[in-house]
């Protein structure tokens, strides 16, 4: 593998990690936006994120606790060498690139992943058009949550260069990479994807078939969804319910915290391809209801300031 160009399509809470973490390690990263008012939301997400990598190899200089495994390989940096890892932090992002040209992004891109809405007439259009602009040998790979890529790949003209690629929230600390092809998919391709997941500082799992929403999301979803249904019934608020788990199993974080990380759209637009999601009597219309409640009042999660919690 020889990849220099990365381009990502997406800046929401996961395309924005991803951009950051690849152009962290070292690759001239594009995002690609579809407007002038993406890139302006974006930009205070490559902030935080700026912040939250100084800070968290500032803490690790005195708290072995604070050690995030997809900043370094290493848990024994000297002070130097942690200070040579914040100035690549700088130098990411500057150099990070935000555009809205097809053109500008793809024409040149080695490897692109896809990060935009859980949305198969959003993500056809965007292959259909992306693929007009990608050379002969790029690569492109999904980091959809549930879609699987077998779905899409007649409609990017590089079926046997297509798979996905799914990253945990909070990139940084939580460094798995979920590597899944189709039938279709060239093993050569899947396994410059591997390797590609390795150069960022990312432990690739290699899934040996297709499956919706992967491994974790295979396990998260379900877990959410219960929460989820306990609160748009009425059974419990939100704390109540993330304190139950938190006390119960010793977890750090409950699921509605998580859903704030994960971000209220995304959670939104699974529940939205539940056929009962349409009916409001139906627990499925429950949720639905509940969530768009949240995402009209700009709630939408811990990148707005406020989901279920605040964080302002």
């Known amino acids: 593998m020889n990849w220099k160009h990365i381009v990502v399509a997406g800046g929401g809470v996961l395309g924005s990690q991803i951009a950051f973490q690849s152009a962290y390690s070292g690759y001239d990263v594009t995002i690609w936006l579809r407007s002038e008012a993406s890139i302006e939301r974006a930009r205070p997400k490559l902030e935080r994120l700026k912040a939250i990598y100084l800070d968290t190899l500032e803490k690790m200089k005195t708290d072995p606790r604070a050690y995030a495994r997809g900043l370094s390989d290493r848990t024994d ?184 990380i994960v971000g209220l759209t995304t959670a939104y637009n699974i529940v939205i391809m539940h056929p009962d999601a349409k009916n409001p009597e139906t627990v499925q219309g429950k949720i639905a209801n509940m969530l768009k409640s949240y995402i009209d009042e700009g709630k939408t999660g811990i990148n707005a300031g406020e989901g279920f919690y605040k964080y302002k």
Not at 116 to 137: G, H
């Open 77 to 260: 940096l000297s002070d130097e060498e942690i200070d040579l890892l914040k100035e690549y932090v700088e130098e990411a992002y500057r150099h990070l690139h935000l555009t809205t040209s097809y053109e500008d992004a793809f024409s040149n891109a080695d490897f692109v992943i896809e990060t935009i809405a859980e949305d198969p007439e959003q993500k056809i259009a965007f292959y259909k058009k992306a693929s007009q602009y990608l050379k002969d040998e790029a690569i492109l790979a999904t980091n959809s949550s549930t879609m699987l890529p077998s779905t899409f790949a007649p409609y990017t003209n590089r079926a046997d260069k297509y798979l996905a690629l799914h990253f945990a929230n909070e990139i940084w600390r939580n460094n798995t990479a979920e590597v899944m092809g189709h039938e279709g998919t060239d093993q050569k391709a899947y396994d410059q994807v591997v390797e590609f997941a390795k150069s960022i500082h990312m432990v690739p799992l290699c899934l040996k078939k297709e499956q919706p929403g992967y491994i974790l999301n295979s396990m998260l979803v379900p877990f959410l969804s219960a929460a989820e249904m306990l609160l748009a019934t009425g059974v419990a608020d939100a704390k109540t319910i993330d304190q139950t788990w938190m006390l119960g199993t010793g977890a750090p974080a409950g699921p509605f915290r998580i859903l704030d």
